[in-house]
């Protein structure tokens, strides 16, 4: 399958700073991405949608102005957490659809521990 | 009622055993039928995926589909310590649609 690369892997910072996650699709152009979050025995939450070039499509109940998304290119987009609290440490997993025959399939990260102290 | 359902587990095997993974939908738009795995702290990996009902088999894995009875199904044969981890089943209605998951079933094979 097709590869999704997220950087950093995992990130502890202080409350009230911001941290941005990368997530790069490595072997295809990711038309669509998309932002998840995980907490701990529970299933994926997803936060937004993101096509290339447009911008990103919230979840209700996500503060878009709290999480920044920019999908600049066919292989990137970024996550920003801004002004960072404890309750926002959770596990982060983007995933990306690309052209073509991967089209409807749906590749994940490995995802991003944030914790924030 | 929840779009999709999953029995969350957790489901304990021995070596060996033959595993089914099950989830149910209520709506029948939903069209492109996924199985995903997922280690502690790891994103989740694509198994398996289906459009059509049926079966479709990619080595010791069997995704089934039934799209009269709303449901589908993830067999793993053999089943190896490795295998341990939490199995997400997903779909979504069309092309370009939201992937609405599963609340994931926890699998332990033990040796």
């Known amino acids: 399958g097709a590869v999704v690369s997220q950087h950093p892997s995992r990130v502890i910072c202080k409350s009230g700073t911001s941290v941005k996650i990368e997530c790069r699709s490595l072997?295809?152009?990711?038309?669509?991405m998309f932002w998840y979050r995980q907490f701990p025995k529970q299933s994926l939450m997803l936060m937004a949608t993101?096509?290339?070039?447009?911008?990103?499509?919230?979840e209700q109940g996500v503060e878009k102005d709290k999480f920044l998304i920019n999908h600049a290119s066919l292989t990137l987009s970024t996550l920003t957490v801004t002004s960072a609290h404890p309750e926002d440490s959770s596990f982060y997993i983007c995933s990306a659809r690309g052209r073509g025959p991967a089209y409807n399939e749906q590749f994940f990260g490995p995802g991003t521990r944030l914790t924030v102290l | 009622q929840k779009e999709v359902e999953q029995d969350p587990g957790p489901l304990s095997v021995p070596e060996g055993a033959i595993v089914s993974l099950n989830c149910t939908y209520s709506?029948?738009?939903?069209?492109?039928f996924m199985w995903y795995r997922q280690y502690s702290r790891k994103g989740p990996e694509l198994l398996m995926y289906?459009?059509?009902?049926g079966n479709k088999e990619d080595g010791r894995f069997t995704a089934q589909v039934d799209k009269s009875s709303k449901y589908i199904s993830l067999f793993i044969r053999d089943s190896q310590p490795s295998d341990s981890a939490t199995y997400l089943c997903a779909m979504y209605r069309n092309q370009g649609g939201k992937l609405i998951f599963g609340q994931g079933t926890e699998l332990s094979v033990k040796p």
């Open positions: 709506n029948s738009a939903f069209q492109y």
């Open positions: 072997d295809f152009q990711a038309t669509t």
């Open positions: 993101s096509n290339e070039g447009s911008k990103a499509t919230y």
């Open positions: 289906t459009y059509s009902s």
